[in-house]
C-alpha cells in the first residue's frame, strides 16, 4: 500500500522560506512521477510543481516560478519542496502526490495523495 507522508508545514512571515519534505514507501520510489499541489480554502485544488523520474526535468506553475524548487532523493524516497520568498497567497494546504508513467502533468491526475501540510504565510 503507498503511503505519502508530507512535513514541514507551518507559520512564516512573508518573504520567509520553508522546505516541505515528502516520504513515499509501498512503491518503487524511482519508477514514479512525483508533484506538489495546493489547496486554499474556497479554491480547487492546483499544481505546484512537477518532477519526473530521474529529477532531471521539473515544472512549475507560474505563480512559484523563481521562489519554489522541487527536487527529489531517491534513495531516500523523498521529493521537497523548497519555498523562498514567501507570499500571503502562498497560505494553503500542500500535497505530495505520486503518479505512475514517465510524463509529469499538472492536473490532478495523480495515483496517490498524502494528507496534506499546512503553510501559513501572514504579512
Known amino acids: 500500500q503507498v503511503q505519502l507522508v508530507e512535513s514541514g508545514g507551518g507559520l512564516v512571515q512573508a518573504g520567509g522560506s520553508l522546505r516541505l519534505s515528502c516520504v513515499a514507501s509501498?512503491?518503487?520510489?524511482?519508477?514514479?512521477?512525483m508533484g506538489w499541489f495546493r489547496q486554499a480554502p474556497g479554491k480547487e485544488r492546483e499544481f505546484v510543481a512537477g518532477i519526473n523520474r530521474s529529477g532531471g526535468t521539473c515544472y512549475y506553475a507560474d505563480s512559484v516560478k523563481g521562489r519554489f524548487t522541487i527536487s527529489r532523493d531517491n534513495a531516500k524516497n523523498t521529493v521537497y519542496l523548497q519555498m523562498n520568498n514567501l507570499k500571503p497567497e502562498d497560505t494553503a494546504v500542500y500535497y505530495c502526490?505520486?503518479?505512475?508513467?514517465?510524463?509529469?502533468?499538472?492536473?490532478?491526475?495523480?495515483?496517490?495523495w498524502g494528507r496534506g501540510t499546512q503553510v501559513t504565510v501572514s504579512s
Open positions: 509501498g512503491r518503487t520510489f524511482s519508477s514514479n512521477v
Open positions: 502526490a505520486q503518479k505512475g508513467g514517465s510524463r509529469v502533468v499538472t492536473t490532478t491526475r495523480y495515483d496517490y
